[in-house]
């Protein structure tokens, strides 16, 4: 308190979406009636934290100012929200009343929210907050004791844990910090742990599995209930390839936003599920004050499985688009819009009618034609087009299934996978696309004609192929090429592309 009369700072980071801002924490006391204010363009739930931070300072055995206190968060214009700035009030405001050296603060990023008892809790978003501070050159972070795993999967900072605003006062006086709590409920498994060999049967319907995974196509499986459509979707992160290192920092960014807590850097894409009851805010992402992400967010570099698809509503469906095309999501909000990253695998399920059983043997189904047509066409052109497999599943016979082998197992089926990314990343070295699915139509066209083209033909002629599914056709026809690492698409890749593409029995 010398060179500026009870004037203290620390730091901070706002997160908006993803992108972490600094902050800084300033705290001024002056002389006049007891008084605390807050400026700085701070949401409610900010405005709350003088009393919060408040009560634990007192809680905690220090004083608050017996005057007036300035609690100032700079840049003023930037909008702050959530309870993670706490620390770094309590930091400013006992170190304006010089119970902490100003000295220990600098540099050093804060991050947590406290309790009335004094007690500093865990926060959404710490991951992606340290990893923006490494980024900004911050090199020392005290974070709450649950989440320092978290906090230490960041690189090039030093992180020191506190479960108590006592212990953070130890840190800031030189102490070693709280050893690391990993908390039960925040261990988490990494993606789906199903594997293909459980799945009995199918071979038409593993093989289109295959051949999506394989180009990162999009698809769509239907069929009746009960015959596997939700257990083959889930084993599709079982034959993806790893996540690089960065999509894995990515995928940890979006669960430690959504609060899920991360205590390893994910090494298989994940899997979401949203249910067709669930909001578009926890489809798509969003919520009142904070835009949070949602399951296409939380699919980021996985799967999306939408399991009865026709069942969700127009808007859910219609919300997917943007990310399908832009790999992104822009939640608007009155002060700033937030930006999630959104480049999933769409997986869609359908049964063949409302109540299911259409297409059993024997069918027992009442419903009108008309209702099945409706029931389809829930799933608007736009998100259709984007689909390059459609894959009918139909039942296993029982006398089918006891002379079914050994089924093959996700490991095998990932290494051909595998090898057929690695043949299209060295032969689209030279675009801005890494898997065929992504190949757009011009430049699918401007590649020579595979053979069996003249097939497609045949079929646009007689109206059962548009011209822009042509573009797709020829588009599974090479993955199916990589598969067979073959160096050309030839005239039975054709074949069977087109029959994945219109949905029939593959010859
Ligand atoms: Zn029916």
């Not at 009960?226 to 979006?254: H, Q, R, W």
């Not at 969700?312 to 399908?324: D, M, W």
């Not at 016979?397 to 089926?413: F, P």
């Not at 050309?488 to 949905?503: E, I, N, P, T, Y």
Request: glycine share 10%; net charge neutral.
């Amino acid at each position: 308190m010398t060179a500026v009369w009870g004037l203290a700072r620390a730091t901070s980071v706002a997160l908006v979406g993803m992108e972490a801002t600094p902050v800084e924490v300033e705290a001024w006391m002056g002389s006049g009636l007891p008084r605390t204010c807050m400026v700085g363009l701070p949401d409610a739930a900010l405005t709350q934290a003088k009393e919060r931070v408040r009560a634990a300072v007192l809680s905690a055995g220090y004083s608050w100012p017996p005057q007036v206190l300035t609690i100032n968060l700079l840049p003023a214009t930037l909008p702050k929200t959530g309870s993670h700035y706490d620390l770094g009030i309590a930091a400013a405001v006992l170190s304006a009343q010089g119970l902490v050296d100003p000295a220990s603060l600098r540099g050093l990023l804060l991050f947590g929210e406290l309790g009335l008892d004094g007690r500093i809790h865990g926060v959404r978003g710490v991951f992606p907050a340290l990893l923006g501070a490494s980024r900004l050159g911050i090199t020392r972070a005290v974070v709450p004791a649950n989440q320092v795993g978290e906090a230490g999967l960041v690189e090039g900072i030093e992180v020191r844990g506190a479960a108590t605003l006592k212990d953070l006062v130890d840190v800031l006086r030189g102490g070693p910090g709280v050893e690391g709590v990993q908390s039960e409920a925040i261990r988490r498994g990494d993606g789906p742990s199903g594997d293909l060999s459980d799945v009995m049967g199918l071979p038409q319907a593993k093989w289109a599995l295959e051949v999506a995974a394989a180009g990162r196509h999009h698809l769509y499986f239907h069929g009746p209930p009960g015959v596997g459509k939700t257990m083959l979707a889930s084993c599709l992160p079982t034959i993806l390839p790893d996540l690089s290192a960065n999509e894995a920092m990515e995928v940890a960014a979006i669960h430690s936003l959504m609060g899920a807590g991360v205590d390893h850097l994910p090494v298989r894409p994940p899997f979401a599920d949203p249910h067709h009851c669930a909001s578009l805010a926890s489809l798509v992402g969003g919520g009142a004050r904070v835009a949070r992400p949602g399951a296409v967010s939380l699919a980021h570099r996985g799967v999306l499985f939408l399991d009865e698809a026709p069942e969700f509503s127009t808007q859910a469906l219609e919300s997917l688009r943007t990310p399908l095309e832009a790999g992104e999501i822009v939640l608007g909000r009155s002060e700033a819009s937030v930006r999630y990253p959104a480049r999933f695998q769409l997986v869609l399920a359908a049964n063949p009618c409302p109540c299911g059983l259409a297409a059993t043997p024997r069918s027992v189904c009442h419903c009108s034609p008309m209702s099945i047509r409706r029931y389809a066409a829930r799933i608007s052109g736009p998100i259709l087009d984007r689909i390059d497999i459609r894959a009918p599943i139909q039942p296993i016979r029982t006398s089918l299934l006891a002379k079914a082998g050994k089924e093959e197992a996700s490991r095998v089926v990932a290494g051909r996978v595998a090898e057929a990314r690695e043949r299209q990343s060295r032969r689209l070295r030279d675009t801005p696309w890494t898997t065929n699915a992504e190949l757009p139509g011009p430049y699918v066209r401007s590649l020579p004609p595979p053979d069996g083209v003249d097939v497609l033909e045949r079929a646009v002629t007689a109206g059962l192929l548009s011209h822009r599914g042509v573009d797709k056709v020829i588009r599974v026809a090479w993955t199916i090429a990589d598969l067979m690492g073959a160096d050309r698409v030839g005239a039975d890749h054709v074949r069977v592309a087109l029959s994945m593409r219109q949905g029939e029995e593959i010859a």
